[in-house]
């Protein structure tokens, strides 16, 4: 087998990163440029301002990525690019970066789905994972529970009918008046510290269904509705409360913190019990996205891979959250089966892209 160098390039969302990585597992480079300014300055993400974000910082990002791996784009194997799912208008920047870079320099090109990648990048971090394993993938757009059968061959086990918990993590952020440069989720993480869990009762979501599906939506309502009820003010931030403000903050925090959780841990539980049925060979539950960087998330979840003699893989922060490193390293495992396309042309009018 060659060793492959491959750059993966990722913009489906607010942030656009690019790395280079080896076959053997070494990571190169990873760059990440996050447009977090501009999403507390507009309270979210817009599309068309993503878009000329990730376009002001692409041909940059790529660069650096390239040259702290100290390879030039004549050392690569292949490009391998987020083709969604995402943000239609920013994955169309990764994609023409890609095409651009692929055409130049007669590369093949792959195309990687967003969530695979956030799974199989726990196979770059522990080089003893195999097929079959079961991958809880936790973020802001997506709530998946996956059997893994081989690369690209999935089985999914349940999903969220509304509301993934990452959105829950940020909303619960925005309504507590948190610093909102960090994304939502480690704000709350933090603060529910400082907090009782059993402040306020949240109910638990889909307890009356016997399936591996998710929702957050509810929950999300009932916690806006108890800040309204504690009179929490968002519009002081938590720097400026009073101390029994604080305390009221992290409470709610602590108690939504421990409800989001005991979801994932309920629906995670039956998950595994029906994988491992079809699939008794299971070893390892992996756990990433953006939300499996949580510290809370991730002890909660050994005990179920203790409860059955499982190994958990949960990637690094910088790993689980959006990266170009878990792109590339997808983008190897397709390589390596013989899925990709031949190289673009080297000058493709800008609308064929
Ligand atoms: O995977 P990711 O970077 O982007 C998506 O594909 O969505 O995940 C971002 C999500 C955000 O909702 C963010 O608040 C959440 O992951 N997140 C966390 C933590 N770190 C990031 N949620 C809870 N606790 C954390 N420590
Ligand atoms: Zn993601």
Redesign the pocket.
């Known amino acids: 087998d060659e060793e492959l160098v491959v750059l993966g390039i990722e913009t489906?969302?607010d942030?656009t990163a690019a790395a280079v990585v080896r076959s053997n597992g070494e990571i190169l480079s990873q760059v990440v440029s996050s447009q977090a300014d501009l999403l507390v300055r507009y309270g979210g993400v817009a599309p068309k301002m993503a878009e000329e974000a990730h376009s002001l910082v692409i041909d940059q990002v790529v660069q650096e990525a390239l040259d702290k791996a100290k390879v030039t784009e004549e050392d690569l194997s292949a490009v391998a690019v987020t083709i969604g799912p995402g943000l239609s208008l920013c994955l169309r920047v990764g994609v023409r970066k890609a095409r651009k870079v692929a055409g130049t320099y007669a590369l093949p090109i792959v195309g990687v789905h967003?969530m695979e990648a956030?799974a199989l990048v726990a196979r770059l971090v522990e080089r003893e994972l195999q097929f079959p394993f079961i991958a809880l993938l936790?973020?802001?757009?997506?709530n998946l529970l996956i059997l893994a059968r081989d690369v690209g061959h999935y089985i999914q086990l349940g999903t969220t009918i509304d509301d993934?918990?990452?959105?829950a993590?940020?909303k619960t952020?925005k309504w507590l008046g948190l610093d909102m440069r960090k994304?939502?989720?480690?704000a709350?993480?933090e603060l529910a510290r400082e907090g009782d869990e059993n402040f306020v009762k949240f109910k638990v979501p889909m307890k009356q269904h016997k399936d591996c599906n998710f929702s957050y939506a509810g929950l999300k309502t009932q916690v806006r509705l108890a800040i309204e009820s504690k009179n929490i003010d968002a519009s002081i931030p938590i720097a400026s409360a009073s101390s029994e403000d604080r305390r009221a903050r992290a409470d709610i925090a602590a108690s939504f913190q421990r409800v989001a959780v005991l979801h994932l841990e309920e629906k995670c539980e039956r998950a595994v019990e029906w994988a491992m049925k079809m699939e008794p060979s299971i070893k390892h539950l992996v756990v990433s996205?953006?939300?499996a960087?949580?510290?809370y998330?991730r002890s909660r979840l050994n005990k179920i891979v203790e409860k059955h003699a499982l190994q958990l893989v949960c990637p690094p922060?910088s790993l689980?959250?959006?990266n170009g490193v878990m792109i590339a390293w997808t983008g190897i495992e397709h390589f390596q089966m013989g899925r990709y396309d031949p190289p673009p042309p080297a000058c493709e009018p800008e609308d064929a892209m």
Do not use: F, K, L
């Open positions: 489906s969302c942030d967003h956030h936790i973020s802001g757009g997506h993934a918990i990452g959105e993590y940020d952020a994304s939502g989720g480690p709350v993480e996205g953006g939300v960087s949580n510290q998330v922060p689980c959250t959006d």
